[in-house]
């Protein structure tokens, strides 16, 4: 008896018909990633009814077992008594059925516009000297950077020395307290992060000589 030379080939065109087939198989390359996001935009712009509509920010993937892509668009409302007013959607995309459905976005038109907390200016006992903390502005509210900055006088931006630290969670307090008890003291920054857990990050800092900033990665804490 013998066996058909096309069987192997019929069967590895199954396997390769049955991968294509899958949910994400083909959104393995940059290009195929590019078209789906393309189609989610079409498809979120058809159901909003929104005019110029416009991708805000980067879209959310979820994995395969979801199917799903959430991403923020923004448009002109066609409606004549709000005479063309910018609206901002979230929408979420099944990829399998095609299918988007849209809410009002009441919230920042992205992560990045969300108000960042005001400088903190902490006086030092040798006024006019001053440390500014500041979180970044255009970065996300949750994640990103923050800046210590040293000021022989701030009134005068005499500035001496600075450091920027990486950032978890928002800035909430600094402060100057004796973090070593060596009898002076340090500058601790308070961080928390978002959503339940509300976990803190206390960074120190040594001010030298009143001319620098030192991180004391011993004295600081992480989650």
């Not at 498809?43 to 959310?60: F, H, K, Y």
């Not at 995309?93 to 200016?121: F, H, K, L, Y």
């Not at 949750?142 to 210590?148: E, R």
């Amino acid at each position: 008896m013998t066996t058909s030379p096309c069987r192997p080939a019929l069967a590895c065109f199954s396997i390769a018909a049955m991968m294509l087939a899958m949910p994400g198989a083909q959104a393995s390359s940059p290009a195929a990633w590019q078209q789906q996001e393309d189609k989610a935009l079409r498809l979120c712009a058809q159901a909003s009814g929104l005019a110029q509509t416009e991708q805000v920010g980067s879209p959310m993937q979820f994995d395969d077992r979801s199917g799903q892509t959430a991403l923020l668009i923004r448009g002109s409302a066609p409606q004549a008594h709000m005479q063309g007013a910018a609206v901002s959607m979230l929408c979420l995309v099944d990829r399998r059925s095609s299918q988007a459905s849209v809410v009002e976005w009441a919230g920042s038109a992205s992560p990045a516009d969300a108000a960042a907390p005001a400088p903190i200016v902490v006086p030092l006992a040798t006024a006019p000297a001053a440390l500014v903390v500041a979180q970044e502005s255009g970065e996300p509210a949750s994640i990103g950077t923050y800046s210590v900055r040293l000021y022989r006088d701030l009134s005068a931006g005499d500035y001496a020395d600075g450091l920027i630290r990486p950032r978890d969670g928002e800035l909430r307090q600094a402060e100057l307290k004796d973090v070593d008890g060596d009898g002076q003291p340090e500058l601790a920054v308070t961080l928390v992060t978002a959503g339940s857990g509300n976990y803190i990050t206390l960074d120190v800092y040594k001010i030298q000589d009143g001319q620098r900033l030192q991180w004391m990665p011993a004295l600081s804490k992480t989650p």
